[in-house]
């Protein structure tokens, strides 16, 4: 007999929210959650800090403080699953077995995919909100340049909050503004994609802020290596390479899925766990679930995301207990607020096939339009939100939508 009816790997933002809302349904559900790091984040807030709003030791606090006590909290990595023994690798050789498996593991930031990188990350104008520790360097040289060549870079998609990329351009913008030297920079928005966001009703409010602050667009353009000592950034472009100065670099690392689970029979293409995008079950492994930045499913990879999808697993897994059909459908919903400058948000709020899923009437929050309301979302409401509604089950803004 398995010592849990159902093992969580990862406590995350996915893997608590899931937990909190399966106990929330069936208190007496055996649930170990397996983790092994000591500090839990709330990365939605690294932009903030990256734009001098927030603290970085406001997006962080100790795991043990998220973790629920009715969990067994496993504080050690998983290192491969076996699902047809229904059992788990964990680190130190050990193994722990389950009735059902819920994948909350988050996806790995491949800082190594560009070379010389990681040597220079933190020093010569190198930044990246991407990180705890260096979302403050972020704010520090934007602070400390006045003029010069400032970069900010985005790999191919799939990553968490493709928005993050441009937010933190143009938070900086928006202080180089305020300072009176926007006019004395050079600024670059170098995308692998070759559209400036991918759901087309926000960029037309995004590309007016591109025009004001004299942003150039330097679409189809890969980051490839950084020199930190030459300051130098050379990117894969259409016609070959290029290599560009620069006084300061804001680099988003390419992302991929977790190694363990690309090499686990639980991946499907491109190593991402392999879940229906709607019942968020395994496709092979009936009692697998998965959810959150390490699945296939096509939504916007964000926190926002996994608060709708944490309680929809919950409702599928404990009907899948009972041997029921699965009553619970996730629409794809994923929000990604963009801060296009100090005290304003265009509110991004999209599911499956950039279908428009806006949480407020137009008349109270047009989420096309910079707006001061969603900043104080965004600033004031959700940080509240994340950590005491939805990592406690607390479910009063999501209700999980029904199959049919
Ligand atoms: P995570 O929260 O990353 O958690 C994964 C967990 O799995 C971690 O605790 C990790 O330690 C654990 N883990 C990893 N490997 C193993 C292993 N081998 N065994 C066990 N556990 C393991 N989202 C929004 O909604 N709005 C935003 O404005 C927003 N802005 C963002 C800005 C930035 C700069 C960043 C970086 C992210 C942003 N996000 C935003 C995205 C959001 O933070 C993620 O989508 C969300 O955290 C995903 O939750 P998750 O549980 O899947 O992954």
């Not at 007016?208 to 050379?234: F, H, P």
Request: aromatic share 10%; proline share 6%; hydrophobic share 40%.
């Amino acid at each position: 007999k398995a010592e849990f009816e159902v093992v969580i790997v990862g406590g995350g933002s996915s893997g608590i929210a899931t937990a909190a809302s399966l106990h929330k349904r069936e208190p007496s559900l055996r649930i170990a959650i397996v983790e092994p790091a000591a500090k839990h984040y709330y990365q939605p807030g690294w932009t903030m800090v990256g734009g001098g709003v927030f603290k970085a030791s406001q997006t962080e606090r100790d795991m043990a403080s998220v973790m629920p006590d009715y969990v067994s909290w496993i504080s050690q990595a998983a290192t491969a699953f076996e699902p047809d023994k229904n059992e788990v690798v964990l680190e130190d050789g050990s193994r722990v077995g389950y009735i059902f498996l819920v994948v909350a593991a988050g996806l790995k930031l491949d800082w190594d995919g560009i070379e010389g990188l990681t040597d220079t990350l933190g020093r010569n104008g190198v930044t990246s909100n991407y990180r705890y520790d260096l979302a403050p360097y972020t704010w520090d040289l934007v602070q400390r340049t006045r003029s010069g060549r400032a970069l900010f870079t985005q790999p191919p998609m799939p990553i968490k909050c493709a928005g993050a990329p441009q937010k933190a351009m143009y938070l900086s913008c928006s202080e180089w503004e305020r300072r009176g030297c926007l006019k004395d920079m050079d600024v670059h928005f170098h995308n692998a994609g070759g559209v400036l966001f991918g759901v087309a009703d926000y960029v037309p409010a995004l590309m007016e802020y591109v025009e004001r602050y004299g942003i150039t667009l330097d679409l189809n353009e890969r980051l490839t290596a950084v020199d930190g000592s030459a300051k130098t950034a050379t990117f894969a472009t259409e016609s070959g390479t290029k290599t560009v100065d620069f006084d300061m670099i804001h680099v988003v690392p390419p992302q991929t899925a977790p190694d363990f689970i690309k090499a686990s029979p639980l991946a499907g293409d491109g190593g991402w766990v392999d879940v229906d995008p709607a019942t968020l079950r395994h496709t092979k492994f009936d009692n697998v679930f998965g959810l959150g930045d390490c699945t296939n499913t096509p939504n916007a990879k964000t926190a926002a995301a996994a608060r709708k999808q944490a309680p929809i697993v919950a409702e599928n897994l404990i009907a899948a207990i009972l041997d029921k059909s699965l009553p619970a459908a996730y629409d794809g919903y994923g929000s990604c607020p963009l801060t296009v400058e100090h005290g304003k948000i265009v509110l991004a709020e999209f599911g499956y096939g950039g279908k428009l899923l806006p949480s407020f009437p137009e008349w109270m929050l047009d989420g096309r339009k910079p707006t001061r309301r969603a900043w104080t979302l965004k600033a004031d409401i959700l940080p509240k939100i994340y950590w005491e509604a939805m990592l406690k089950g607390r479910e009063w803004l999501v209700k999980p939508g029904k199959l049919g």
